[in-house]
């Protein structure tokens, strides 16, 4: 769905004449969050219905300086 596309490169929701952007916002987020190992996924109820951004990274190693 439209949820999985906002994260591509260039990925733009279905309000593209409502919102200014690129499409690079999300897309960088997400290969920064896979970099670290990490997980970025995105929920919605559907058009115009908002959306939550859900970022998950690893614990990592607490003896790491």
């Not at 952007?21 to 190992?37: D, H, K, P, R, Y």
């Not at 219905?49 to 990592?60: D, E, H, M, V």
């Amino acid at each position: 769905g439209e949820a999985s596309l906002i994260c591509e490169l260039f990925g733009r929701g279905s309000n593209i004449e409502e919102r200014r952007g690129m499409g690079l916002g999300l897309f960088i987020a997400n290969q920064i969050t896979e970099t670290l190992g990490g997980k970025l996924s995105v929920e919605s109820d559907g058009n115009h219905a908002g959306a939550t951004f859900i970022l998950r990274l690893p614990a990592g190693d607490k003896t790491a300086v």
